[in-house]
């Protein structure tokens, strides 16, 4: 039999460095594993903060996802969501995401991921300038883009470094 080794990675680079929460969701589906459970074994969910390309020099951490059961009367499992997963700790941070597959002579089992998404709530640069300002000016209101407004503008706005609802 030829070697059916197999050592994959798909890489997704985000760049944090303006969000203050991250998370990350996709659906998944697993295949060919009947009796073994392949969560941690041959299908990982990674992050690292150096990636540089090769993926044998980055530092990887695993990500905890929700993984399908085993499929039972099929040979594939339905699409089960990854849950929320948390990334805040990344957050100003610039990361790479990694789904790893890996096989074997003995174990070739198949991975579907779907749906990737991740959602990050972002603060524009003036806001940050604003909030870490020593000067007066930091006392006034301020737009989501960090330009000064009037003290009587109505919705979000930033006050005192924080986002404020006016009404």
Known sequence: LPNREADEYLMLNLDLTHSLTATLTFDHATGYNKTEAVKDTYFQVLISENYDGVPEDAT???????????????????????????????SGKVITLAFRFQSNNNAAYCWEVKNVKVTAYTVPDGIESIKNSKSKIQNGIYDLSGRMVPWNTKGIVI??????LQR
Not at 159 to 164: L, P
Request: net charge positive; no cysteine; proline share 8%.
């Open 159 to 164: 006050k005192n470094g924080k986002k404020t």
């Open 60 to 90: 990887w951490t695993s990500l905890d996802a929700n993984f399908p059961p085993l499929p039972s009367n099929s040979n594939f499992t339905s699409f089960v969501s990854s849950g929320d997963i948390n990334l805040s700790a990344y």
